[in-house]
């Protein structure tokens, strides 16, 4: 029963952000704490896009508020839409800003402040998110640091108990 409240609330937002309008494609996940926003229909997820927690998209500019009583600046307002490509990652407590557009097969670094589009197959991360090495050359850094004995099917049969003995 918990399992089934957790697992709720880790999709709350995500079902929230469907029904108001956000395009979301087949597979997607977020964690919990995703906040999708006041204009979640700004936003446009590819298929088994995965966001992990505490990930915020801003998609538009609240900054103008402090320029908006000035005579000729009343009506100034800043918006953007928001693209996250096909099998792309976001990590943990990253902003994505206005007007960003996140390629395929991108991986966006835990913490990482988005401000320009990211071409595809390209991992980033930094404030602002800078270009750290295209997801190919991440996944042979990835393989390179797997334990030397990894045994998938075990992995898979019980990820908690494996991963304790050979770590």
């Known amino acids: 029963m918990l399992a089934k409240l957790i697992l709720k609330k880790l999709m709350g937002s995500l079902k ?3 029904k ?3 395009k ?3 597979g997607c996940s977020a964690m919990g704490g995703v906040n999708f926003g006041v204009e979640p229909y700004l936003i446009t997820l590819g298929d088994r896009v995965r966001i992990s927690s505490n990930v ?3 998609t538009h500019d609240g900054g103008t508020w402090a320029f908006r009583r000035e005579p000729g600046n009343e009506d100034i307002v ?4 928001i693209k996250v490509g096909n099998d792309s990652f976001i990590g943990a407590h990253s902003i994505i800003m206005p007007g960003v557009t996140i390629g395929k097969n991108c991986v966006v670094g835990a913490g990482s402040v988005v401000t320009k589009d990211i071409p ?3 991992v980033v991360a930094g404030v602002p998110a800078r270009v750290i090495c295209s997801t190919d050359e991440y996944a042979e ?3 390179a640091k797997m334990p030397e004995n990894f045994d998938p099917k075990k992995y898979r049969e019980n990820k908690r108990a494996y991963l304790t003995e050979i770590l």
Do not use: L, P, S, V
């Open 16 to 18: 929230y952000a469907r």
């Open 24 to 26: 979301c494609g087949e």
């Open 141 to 143: 850094k990835c393989r």
């Open 56 to 58: 915020h998209f801003i």
């Open 20 to 22: 108001h309008g956000m």
């Open 120 to 122: 595809d197959r390209t």
């Open 78 to 81: 800043r918006f953007g839409k």
